[in-house]
């Protein structure tokens, strides 16, 4: 198994484009994340799926969208680039276990973008 | 204001020292997890406490849940410069959706 897969490495952005991080996992699990770490700072979540079809909002959502079209893959798309939105972006994914469950997040190796 | 506070914010110590990283916070929680993040790459998970009280070992990792299941802290014995790394810890939201909210987390290093 890849685990969670994430593609730009890296990717430096014009104030005002548009991109879409991808991330797909191999490992079957339903819920899938979309995290942003900024320095020295921990983890913010932007996005999440519960399964295909389902997303909601995290905590910074503004700037973002999501779709999750199928289960393996959950892209993450910036519209209209600010330098606000330079960061690390992370992708997750987890088996649900049910109610109560603690089961771990998988991450990514993390896409490392620039708005200039 | 951070749900959840890390401290100390960087801890550079030699090999073989012990060292002890604090995660507080005012809010009781269900369970909390501890992650190691190397620098390019996504976090780990260590470790998931769930119990008041309860105390989890990794090695020489020792992972303390307070009793109150407000605070944790993971303690490190003799550690080695492959401890080096950013230590996250977290906590799920209150539904079975597994959101994580993340400490700003303490980043280690460890001299040879």
């Known amino acids: 198994n890849a685990g969670v897969t994430q593609t730009p490495k890296f990717r430096i952005l014009k104030i005002g484009q548009s991109m879409t991080l991808q991330c797909t996992q191999d490992?079957?699990?339903?819920?899938m994340y979309w995290y942003r770490q900024d320095p020295g700072m921990g983890l913010k979540l932007i996005y999440y799926?519960?399964?295909?079809?389902?997303?909601d909002k995290g905590e910074v959502p503004n700037g973002y969208n999501v779709s999750r079209s199928t289960t393996e893959d959950f892209p993450l798309r910036l519209e209209l680039a600010a330098p606000s939105q330079t960061s690390v972006y992370f992708c997750?994914?987890?088996?649900?276990?049910?109610?109560?469950?603690?089961?771990?997040?998988?991450f990514g190796p993390g896409t490392r973008l620039t708005v200039l | 204001t951070q749900l959840l506070e890390q401290s100390p914010q960087f801890l550079s110590i030699q090999e073989g020292e012990n060292l002890t990283v604090y995660c507080n916070s005012s809010?009781?929680?269900?369970?909390l997890q501890w992650y190691r993040q190397e620098p390019g790459e996504g976090p780990v998970l260590l470790v998931t406490?769930?119990?008041?009280?309860e105390v989890k070992k990794l090695k020489r990792l020792t992972f303390q849940f307070g009793d109150a299941r407000k605070d944790s802290s993971l303690h490190i014995t003799a550690a080695q410069p492959g401890d080096t790394g950013l230590y996250l810890c977290?906590?799920?939201?209150?539904?079975?959706?597994?959101?994580?909210?993340f400490g700003q987390g303490t980043i280690l290093t460890v001299h040879p």
């Open positions: 997750a994914s987890r088996l649900y276990g049910g109610t109560g469950s603690y089961n771990e997040q998988f």
């Open positions: 490992m079957n699990h339903n819920y």
């Open positions: 799926s519960v399964g295909a079809g389902i997303t």
């Open positions: 809010s009781v929680f269900s369970s």
């Open positions: 406490v769930v119990t008041g009280g």
């Open positions: 977290a906590v799920a939201g209150g539904t079975s959706y597994g959101k994580l909210t």
